[in-house]
């Protein structure tokens, strides 16, 4: 199985209010298809560590490849395309745009990409709710349904470019039991039947423990991966 | 794909806070409504007060002016290899009149941006009639000729230009002059110069120009008249007026006439420089409230983007996780600012006219003035238009700057 993401040597300062280190010579791969969680307590750098993945933070030593692309040292604008392309994202809150329809959220990102017609990326974002089980909801404005709903529809959003590399940042911090239980189903399927890597911090010892690898963090520094 | 993605992000983010729109689209209509309407004000004022001037002043007067005297004959009857200098050089008197005035008339003919001409002797006088006096100024014209440039056939209130051309000892008086005296139609008075010239008229009709300093003063008569009073010879002609076809163009028309026959000329533009100072000024007065009521309407938009984006931050940073660069981001904010401005200047150009329309309406009254002058261009609408956009790109400018730099990674996770 080929890499989806590298990263070596990866060191973050912070340097307000305090210089401090929040990442110490992090390395680590993630292999295709792979479902991994990073779990650690509050302040440890995980969720640090996973905005640097993200391509979004940019200020950090080290070397990062994902998807065989070496991405450190890209400028903004090509790691927002980089982004719109290949990543997807599950925030803790669903931050949807609340003035679009549920499917217009979804559609956004490929609209954004511009690859498809209009007609065709409707209907790929209409399969996206359909399989997440929102399809009824698709053309209510993303700010009138439920919790759980709004993340199912965030989800379908991080999917609509058919990504290879799905991260989440406690995705299920902000919902309940039967909610977080929708969600693992899906991250699952997605990294078995769809061969997308999946990468997120969690909180949730439950959630982590039942994916295919644990990445434990404390104080900057990996403490195991299985 | 219809209409791009940034483009319906711009106008769903307009549609969800309608009233914000709506309310800073109105500072756009409130400003090129009052651009428009401070323009066709101003424009129809200085039109308006160009008509008046041009009512009783032609675009270009030919005289002959007294000159200081040179050494051009001495150097002639000198010859060369001397220089001639003249100490305390004194104004030569030129007879005021125009030498051989019909010849010169024919040469200007040739002319072709000139479209009338009217041969004038003109003197003051003493009206009289019984023992009352009034002070004025007799003008000796071929009627017709002087009816093409001035207009004096609609100006009549009772006679006509005709009557004056039958009669030769006949007299076309204003009506100031005709109340003052107690004199209408068909009645006769006397005119007195200074050198003691009398001559009886009969009054063949009365003008009203509704300018006090004409209608009390002058008078018209045929050119014989004036001659005879001033015991001149039948070719004597003091001035000759002269219109052109684009009277803003007198500049350059009236130096050629000059260079042509060696006569001054005198512009309708240098005889009227007070007026012509009042229309300067009066442009600059509508411009600064003009632009003072863009520049706010322009902070009106600034605000409400800000705003707007203050509220949105989050939005915004989602959707540069999701792979929105930098210059979607600002070509998102400056789209609602450009439609703002758009229906803004819609609105305002509706507005505008609608504003200019019922004040044109509104009765004045005053002198000459009965209905507010306003005049109706084409060119305030555009320029309008053209200022409120230009207003609302600028106002929408620095806060889509602004929100293109915002950091994702520091927002969403606060």
Known sequence: MSIALKAEGVNKYFYTPDKFQALNNVSFEVKEGEFVSVIGKSGCGKSTMLYILSTMDTDYVGSLTLKGQHVTGCSQNELAAFRNRHLGFVFQFHYLLPDFSCLKNVMIPALRLGKLPRKEIEQNAYEKLQKLGVAEQ?????????????????????????????????????????????????????????????ITVTHDIDFASKSDRIIEMMDGKILNQQ | MAIGINTEIALTYMTSRRKQTIVSALGVTFGISMYIFMNSLIAGTNEWSEQVMLSSTPHIRLYNENKLCDTRMLDKYAGAGR???????????????????????????????????????????????????????????????????????????????????????????????????????????????????QKRLEIAGVFRTTIKGVDNARSYVNIPVVQQLLHKDRSYITDIYINIKDHNKTADVSARINAHTGYTTETWQSSNEQSLAGKKIRDIIANAVVITILIVAGFGIYNILNMVIYEKIKEIAILKATGFQGKHVISIFIRQALYIGVLGALAGLLAGWAISYFVSSMYLGLGNVEYLPIAFHTRHYLQGAFFGVITAFFAGYIPAVRASKVDPVQIIRG
């Open chain 2, 83 to 197: 220089i001639n200098l003249i100490s305390n050089p004194q104004l030569l008197s030129s007879g005021n009149s125009i030498a051989n005035p019909d010849a010169i008339i024919k040469q200007l003919q040739q002319q072709p941006e000139i479209v009338a001409m009217s041969k004038q002797v003109s003197t003051s006088v003493i009206y009289a009639n019984g023992n009352v006096q009034e002070n004025g100024t007799v003008l000796g014209v071929n009627i017709d000729e002087q009816d093409k440039m001035f207009d004096i056939a609609s100006t009549m209130v009772s006679g006509t230009i005709e009557e004056l051309a039958a009669n030769p000892n006949g007299v076309i008086i204003g009506s100031g002059l005709s109340e003052k005296l107690n004199l209408g139609k068909g009645d006769y008075m006397t005119l007195t110069t200074a050198n003691g010239a």
């Open chain 1, 138 to 198: 698709a053309l209510k404005p993303a700010s009138r349904i439920s919790g759980g709903q709004q993340q199912r529809v965030a989800i379908a959003r991080a999917l609509i470019n058919e990504p290879s590399i799905i991260m989440g940042d406690e995705p299920t911090g902000n919902l309940d039991s039967r909610n977080t239980a929708v969600v693992f189903d899906i991250f699952r399927q997605l990294a078995e039947e769809y061969n997308k890597t999946i």
